[in-house]
């Protein structure tokens, strides 16, 4: 089965970029049409969908960070990633990747998780 | 967006008895939910899809139930380890949206 596994920075000061790396393993990241998500957790907003990439390349944002957020796949490193711009306080949440197979849209795998911290 | 709403937010019961969590829809999201249980410091695990689907490994004490707009977490006989956050998530609309949880903790 799929094992992910979040990196990235744990602090990120207001009005930069957060970039998470997600890493696939146990499956190739184009072996099955997968979507490939990222999910936050915050205690002021509780599980919130970021957004999803198809093993297409095809995205899909929720609206509430589609003009700060990007998911891209790296084909090279069987990993994909997310990069949230221009980020404040309330981007301050344990992210979580998480996979499904495309036509079955409830998130059977998922990484363990990483706390980023948003703080001058 | 389609906002889910789980009550009670915390439910006491005792081990071994039954617990019924529930989850409400502000829009239709047809039988398209999913719910999750969650432990401190863990991810998110599956336990059904579909509405009433168990997910792999999952205990048949858990059942769900619901459709359109209410739906149903049923866990028949509380085991130690299914004292934990439950959350609702519903894949009918985009963007997929989630309830806010309730927890489960010991009476």
């Known amino acids: 089965q799929v094992r992910l596994q979040e990196s990235g920075p744990g602090l990120v000061k207001p009005s930069q970029t957060l970039s998470l790396t997600c890493t696939v393993s146990?499956?190739?990241?184009?072996?099955?049409?997968?979507?490939w998500n990222w999910v936050r957790q915050s205690a002021g907003k509780g599980l919130e969908w970021i957004g999803r990439?198809?093993?297409?390349?095809?995205?899909n944002y929720n609206p509430s960070l589609k003009s700060r957020v990007a998911i891209s796949l790296d084909t090279s490193k069987n990993h994909f990633s997310l990069k949230l711009i221009s980020v404040t306080a309330a981007d301050m949440a344990t992210y979580f990747c998480?996979?499904?197979?495309?036509?079955?849209?409830?998130?059977?795998?998922w990484g363990q998780g990483t706390l980023v911290t948003v703080s001058p | 967006e389609t906002v889910m709403t789980q009550s009670p937010v915390t439910l006491s019961v005792s081990p071994g008895e039954r617990a019924t969590l529930s989850c409400r829809a502000s829009?239709?999201?047809?039988?398209?939910l999913a719910w999750y249980q969650q432990k401190a410091g863990q991810a998110p695990r599956l336990l059904i899809y579909?509405?009433?689907t168990r997910a792999t490994g999952i205990p048949a004490r858990f059942s769900g139930s619901g459709s359109g707009t209410e739906f149903t977490l049923t866990i028949s006989s509380l085991q130690s380890e299914d004292f934990a956050v439950y959350y609702c998530?519903?894949?009918?609309?985009?963007?997929?949206?989630f309830g806010q949880g309730t927890k489960l903790e010991i009476k």
């Open positions: 998480a996979s499904n197979i495309e036509g079955r849209p409830y998130l059977n795998y």
């Open positions: 146990r499956d190739s990241i184009y072996s099955t049409t997968y979507h």
């Open positions: 990439i198809h093993t297409s390349g095809i995205t």
């Open positions: 829009q239709s999201v047809s039988g398209n």
């Open positions: 579909e509405a009433s």
């Open positions: 998530q519903q894949y009918n609309n985009w963007p997929y949206t």
